[in-house]
């Protein structure tokens, strides 16, 4: 199932993901650097220093540093040529998920006026031979991000998308033009309001750009959904569509567009580079949920995989009262029964139930009006006993939970959850 960009809205896209696993971390506490692979634009004229003490040359913590991981990667690019300068850094981990997630602590530095023309790249899916240059000359693999930490350019954010991966309805590829929709109206300019509020002045030395602070970045890639998304500290800043996959190397880069010499004292940094597979989410909803005393009808959802054999599923209850217990329920038959055993809600399971009411698997909403359940699929509840759940089976999950209806105490139900096992 693919779903365009065009037929989500951007919030929905960007809601909150669950990481799975740790695909790759670096601190850059030590000397990595033969975890990596450094790709130049053919005219070498920069440095690369791994476990470089960042804090010894006046440099603040990075933000997911512990205290005494002072250690980082620092590039520069055209230190003495004068001529423009692109290095890629590529980890040499392949990355192959249904969704995951880079995270990065990024560090412009530059003394002086605005207009370095510098770019810090991050990057996704890339090939590992490729070099990453957002400007003319156009090069890359995958997709990447890149951004100035000055401002001083009419493009100051852009992303890159290979033609590999552009889609017959939106055929635009490599640097995405300005007026592209993945954009979201955020502009490309960081005089833009958006990029003004996102990096004030101060503590950013120019406002509309992170120079001389800390920024997080992170690129979230979804292979299911074909959507890629760019956020700055929890910010979501660009979402685009693409197609095929963005598997592959993930990168580090600076590239400078100008001639003119760089100079000492500007580089970047880089810190605490990770990598991690995301929850998707799994299952068909099903059968109509009675309204509870929120106003709201409860659902079910479901994360994980639905490969029976990889036993990851986690059940969330959303839009319940308050701080109500409750438990989920599961079966191979649909059903729908109106308010059974006095209840205010609808149950939409038939046949053998089972209640997942053992130790630990009544649940309380809390104030957030939710629960989550991670299951044990060898260990489904049936009426008979503990049953494991098997390759070609449909199973179907609801939620009862307590609740008040004009200070009476009752009960409901949450929507139907369908899951067909492979």
Request: charge should be negative; include cysteine.
């Given at each position: 199932?693919?779903i365009l960009?065009?037929?989500l809205?951007a919030?929905?896209?960007?809601?909150?993901?669950?990481?799975?696993?740790?695909?790759l971390?670096?601190?850059?506490?030590?000397?990595?650097?033969a975890?990596y692979?450094?790709v130049?634009?053919g005219?070498p004229?920069g440095s690369?220093?791994f476990?470089f003490?960042?804090v010894?040359?006046?440099?603040?913590?990075?933000p997911r540093?512990?205290?005494?991981?002072?250690?980082?990667?620092?590039?520069t690019?055209?230190?003495?040529?004068?001529?423009?300068?692109a290095w890629?850094?590529?980890?040499?981990t392949?990355?192959?998920a249904?969704?995951?997630k880079?995270?990065?602590?990024v560090?412009?530095n530059?003394?002086g006026?605005?207009?370095?023309?510098?770019?810090?790249?991050?990057?996704v899916?890339g090939d590992?031979?490729s070099?990453?240059s957002i400007?003319?000359?156009?090069s890359?693999?995958?997709?990447?991000?890149?951004?100035?930490?000055?401002?001083?350019?009419?493009?100051?954010?852009?992303?890159?998308r290979d033609c590999n991966n552009?889609?017959p309805t939106?055929?635009?590829?490599?640097t995405?033009p300005s007026?592209?929709?993945s954009?979201?109206?955020h502009?490309?300019?960081?005089?833009e309001?958006f990029?003004?509020?996102?990096f004030?002045?101060?503590?950013?030395t120019?406002a509309?750009?992170?120079?001389?602070?800390?920024?997080?970045?992170e690129i979230?890639?979804?292979?299911?959904a074909g959507?890629?998304?760019?956020?700055?500290?929890?910010?979501l800043?660009?979402?685009g569509?693409?197609?095929g996959?963005f598997?592959?190397?993930?990168?580090?880069g600076l590239?400078?567009?100008f001639?003119?010499l760089?100079g000492?004292t500007?580089f970047?940094v880089?810190?605490?580079?990770?990598?991690?597979?995301?929850?998707?989410?799994?299952?068909?909803s099903?059968?109509?949920?009675?309204?509870?005393?929120?106003?709201?009808?409860?659902?079910?959802?479901a994360l994980?995989?639905?490969?029976a054999?990889?036993?990851n599923?986690?059940?969330t209850?959303?839009s319940?009262?308050?701080?109500?217990?409750?438990?989920f329920?599961?079966?191979q038959?649909?059903?729908f029964?109106?308010t059974?055993?006095?209840?205010s809600?609808?149950?939409?399971?038939?046949?053998?139930i089972?209640?997942?009411v053992?130790?630990g698997q009544?649940?309380?909403?809390g104030?957030?009006?939710?629960?989550?359940?991670?299951?044990?699929?060898?260990?489904?509840?049936?009426p008979?006993?503990l049953v494991?759940?098997?390759s070609?089976?449909t199973?179907?999950?609801t939620c009862?939970?307590r609740?008040?209806?004009s200070?009476?105490t009752?009960?409901n139900?949450?929507?139907?959850l369908?899951i067909?096992f492979q």
């Amino acid at each position: 199932m693919r779903i365009l960009l065009s037929s989500l809205s951007a919030a929905a896209l960007a809601g909150p993901a669950l990481a799975q696993g740790v695909i790759l971390s670096d601190d850059f506490e030590t000397n990595t650097s033969a975890n990596y692979t450094l790709v130049d634009d053919g005219s070498p004229d920069g440095s690369q220093t791994f476990s470089f003490d960042y804090v010894a040359a006046g440099i603040p913590l990075a933000p997911r540093s512990a205290p005494g991981d002072v250690g980082g990667l620092k590039l520069t690019v055209n230190d003495t040529a004068g001529s423009t300068d692109a290095w890629t850094v590529y980890n040499n981990t392949p990355v192959a998920a249904e969704r995951y997630k880079l995270t990065v602590d990024v560090w412009m530095n530059f003394v002086g006026t605005s207009g370095t023309t510098e770019y810090a790249q991050v990057g996704v899916a890339g090939d590992g031979v490729s070099s990453n240059s957002i400007l003319s000359p156009v090069s890359g693999s995958g997709a990447y991000l890149a951004f100035t930490g000055d401002g001083g350019s009419v493009t100051d954010y852009s992303w890159f998308r290979d033609c590999n991966n552009a889609s017959p309805t939106d055929p635009e590829c490599n640097t995405m033009p300005s007026s592209h929709p993945s954009y979201l109206g955020h502009g490309t300019n960081a005089s833009e309001t958006f990029f003004q509020s996102l990096f004030p002045s101060p503590p950013s030395t120019y406002a509309g750009s992170p120079g001389n602070i800390w920024t997080t970045l992170e690129i979230e890639v979804d292979n299911f959904a074909g959507v890629i998304s760019f956020s700055f500290d929890g910010q979501l800043t660009y979402q685009g569509d693409f197609t095929g996959s963005f598997d592959g190397l993930v990168s580090l880069g600076l590239f400078d567009r100008f001639s003119s010499l760089s100079g000492p004292t500007n580089f970047a940094v880089y810190d605490n580079l990770t990598v991690e597979t995301l929850l998707t989410p799994i299952g068909t909803s099903y059968c109509t949920a009675a309204v509870n005393s929120t106003g709201a009808s409860g659902q079910i959802s479901a994360l994980g995989s639905d490969v029976a054999a990889d036993n990851n599923v986690i059940l969330t209850s959303s839009s319940l009262p308050q701080n109500a217990f409750g438990f989920f329920l599961t079966g191979q038959t649909q059903g729908f029964t109106q308010t059974p055993g006095g209840s205010s809600g609808n149950l939409c399971l038939g046949g053998a139930i089972g209640r997942y009411v053992g130790p630990g698997q009544i649940q309380n909403s809390g104030s957030a009006g939710e629960f989550s359940l991670s299951l044990d699929l060898t260990a489904t509840p049936q009426p008979t006993g503990l049953v494991s759940v098997q390759s070609g089976e449909t199973w179907n999950f609801t939620c009862w939970h307590r609740d008040a209806l004009s200070g009476s105490t009752t009960s409901n139900f949450t929507d139907g959850l369908e899951i067909q096992f492979q």
